[in-house]
């Protein structure tokens, strides 16, 4: 693990180029420095059970004590009563559910409660917790260890979704997310724990609900996020030698998604297409999809594309896997025939 | 169990005064429902009231309480305003939450009423956190979840108690067992002879209580919510009592055993109360008059104050969904 996960440094320092892991670990890491309110648990959280499977919250356990980055048992709904319970008085908890599809154990929790209780007590109570939780295609993990279900998430009134595709707003989204009063659900994706990126301002804030242009372009605009967006960036190519110039619009927080920036970008190029790594029906694909389609009505000059994964389970035998998530070539074919 | 745990007098006469209130309450609420005057979906806890009258003797302000759609008498016991708690059954701007949680969602962070939950179960793992986030600021306040006997069959409840017991967090577990599940019948749907042997699986104290017994009831409160104040961890207890209605107000309960209903109708555990503080002492029948005269008058004054309240304006509908971000 780099250096500077663990040196002190001055507060406008710029972060040198670190991994994704390394700008999550980081971002929590200031936020509990910043706060002591902010607490940590998941399971294997803290150092002796290594800092999670992956190692994100490796470090912090040695840092701030196992009173604030507290290991669990292999409970979800438990993790996330316990994280509800705490931020109704006062405390900040980032709560990791390991994989997105272990969310499903803690809908009661994240549903019928998380989201629900500042509206259903009339605003006397609210709950600012963090769900961290990876998912993602492409290390052969089958039907139950990689699924993208944000959409439930983003249909239900009271969470925010956000997603990052790279270090600098993986640092600054956790930053927002845990500044911020309601629950949030950050979606981290497992292979692309360890791409590194620009580099950045220490304490850098990337506000939720905005949007970012990943590119500019004038032909058709590519609305991702996770890791699919860097699938977009990686279609550019052959999107321009094909005479297409695209840009590419990463939404970052998928609830409240950013229509001002997504509009305005389609707007110009006349053309949308939105690519995820979720099954593509009933996808975020298709919310993105209706509002442009009224909003703009008469102003684009082609349908609407979604391009999302096919309406199955994620395959484990891997030509079936590669096959399954929209990559760098799917997308710049979709975007070449959209500009036919 | 120490003698000197009580209850004494002045302390048998408080959970009085907050059984008689929960009691007329929900006579109240069965009124207003059959008269038409409130549509709500209304759960009677009729028959439970010394439950929670008990328990609240030796908790403070400060407590905290995550209860479950049956739980008006729990909150009423920890000190839920009655004007509040009438506009909000109403759907009025001046309820607790506005009008927008109703009887299943009523919260009153001020009184440590911090959740109310319609889902089974589901008031375990947030009363955790509670205690947890005592546990973190050192505040030595208590956390209670209370649940029914059918919670104690759902996964939450498991996942809870374990968790609790390893974090040693200063918890109650109250199981209200009044018996039925919603319409089933306990030895139907739980295999354990007693809910309160469940502890033994999370090396908890788990103890089986009268919960129509004041004095019963008020020591074992006690002893749990001092072990939770003293950093001993949580404990499970199984209150026994018995729901004198059908699982929500308006079903026939055709399917509750009649003699058994009647026999504990009969054995209502509030006149009993009642009878006893006359019988030692501790209260003539002219003040218990005066308390029970009292309670009729400010419900009173509490349904017509909820029916004069505003209707909320359909702004609300999605106000409160978010905060304002920092």
């Not at chain 2, 030692?280 to 008058?297: K, M, P, Y």
Request: glycine share 10%; net charge negative; proline share 5%.
């Amino acid at each position: 693990m780099s250096d500077t996960l663990t040196s002190e440094k001055p507060a406008a320092a710029k972060v040198a180029q670190v991994t994704m892991l390394q700008a999550i670990n980081q971002a929590i890491a200031d936020a509990m420095e910043a706060d002591e309110h902010v607490v940590v648990l998941g399971e294997d959280v803290a150092d002796p059970e290594e800092g999670g499977v992956v190692g994100v919250t490796k470090g912090l356990s040695g840092r701030f004590g196992e009173k604030r980055v507290r290991s669990t048992p292999i409970a979800e709904q438990a993790i996330i009563g316990a994280a509800i319970g705490a931020s109704l008085v006062g405390y900040k908890p980032v709560a990791e559910i390991m994989l997105m599809n272990f969310t499903t154990v803690a809908m009661d929790m994240i549903v019928n409660h998380a989201a629900k209780l500042r509206f259903m007590s009339g605003g006397q109570t609210h709950v600012p917790i963090v769900i961290r939780t990876m998912t993602g295609t492409g290390f052969s993990s089958g039907g139950q260890h990689c699924d993208y279900l944000e959409a439930w998430f983003a249909h239900t009134a009271g969470m925010k979704v956000v997603a990052p595709s790279n270090p600098a707003d993986a640092y600054g989204l956790m930053r927002a997310a845990i500044n911020d009063p309601d629950p949030v659900l950050y979606i981290e994706n497992m292979p692309s724990y360890w791409m590194k990126g620009d580099s950045f301002d220490a304490d850098h804030i990337v506000p939720l609900g905005k949007a970012a242009v990943a590119k500019e372009g004038g032909d058709v605009t590519i609305v991702s996020y996770s890791r699919t967006l860097n699938e977009a960036l990686g279609a550019v190519k052959a999107m321009e030698a094909a005479g297409v110039s695209a840009e590419i619009i990463d939404l970052r927080t998928i609830s409240p998604w950013d229509e001002d920036t997504v509009l305005a970008s389609a707007a110009k190029t006349g053309r949308l297409l939105i690519a995820h790594e979720a099954v593509e029906k009933h996808g975020m694909g298709a919310e993105i999809a209706a509002v442009a389609s009224t909003k703009l009505f008469g102003k684009l000059k082609a349908p609407v594309a979604r391009l999302g994964a096919p309406y199955a389970p994620v395959p484990f035998s891997k030509p079936l896997e590669d096959a399954f998530a929209p990559n760098a070539k799917r997308i710049a074919e979709a975007a070449i025939s959209l500009c036919k | 169990m120490a003698d000197n745990i009580g209850p004494d007098g002045e302390t048998l006469l408080g959970i009085y005064r907050r059984a008689a209130l929960l009691k007329a309450n929900d006579e109240r609420s069965r009124k207003v429902i059959t008269t038409g005057r409130l549509v709500m979906p209304y759960y009677s806890y009729r028959g439970q009231e010394i439950i929670p009258s008990a328990l609240c003797a030796s908790l403070t302000d400060d407590d905290y309480l995550v209860t479950i759609y049956r739980g008006i008498h729990d909150m009423l016991a920890k000190g839920m305003p009655l004007n509040d708690l009438w506009a909000e059954i109403a759907g009025r701007v001046d309820g607790t939450c506005k009008g927008k949680g109703g009887p299943m969602h009523l919260t009153y962070p001020k009184k440590g009423i911090m959740v109310t939950t319609g889902i089974v179960g589901s008031s375990m793992p947030i009363a955790n956190g509670l205690a947890w986030g005592s546990q973190l600021s050192g505040n030595n306040r208590v956390a209670v979840a209370t649940f029914g006997d059918g919670a104690s069959n759902i996964g939450a409840f498991h996942e809870s108690l374990n968790m609790a017991a390893v974090w040693k967090l200063p918890v109650i577990f109250l199981c209200q067992n009044n018996l039925y599940g919603e319409h089933t019948a306990y030895e139907k749907a739980t295999s354990a002879k007693q809910i309160a042997d469940r502890a033994a699986g999370y090396s908890i104290p788990g103890v089986r209580v009268d919960g129509n017994d004041p004095v019963e009831m008020y020591r074992m409160a006690r002893e749990a919510i001092d072990r939770a104040r003293a950093g001993e961890g949580p404990t499970l207890i199984e209150a026994m009592t018995f729901r004198f209605h059908g699982h929500v107000f308006g079903d026939a309960d055709g399917y509750m055993d009649k003699a058994q209903k009647a026999a504990a109708m009969e054995a209502d555990p509030v006149p009993r109360l009642r009878r006893k503080l006359i019988d030692e002492g501790i209260a003539t029948e002219e003040q218990l008059a005066q308390i029970e005269a009292d309670i009729e008058e400010s419900i009173d004054a509490a349904v017509e104050f909820a029916l004069a309240s505003p209707l909320p304006e359909l702004s609300e509908l999605t106000t409160d969904v978010y905060g304002e971000a920092a």
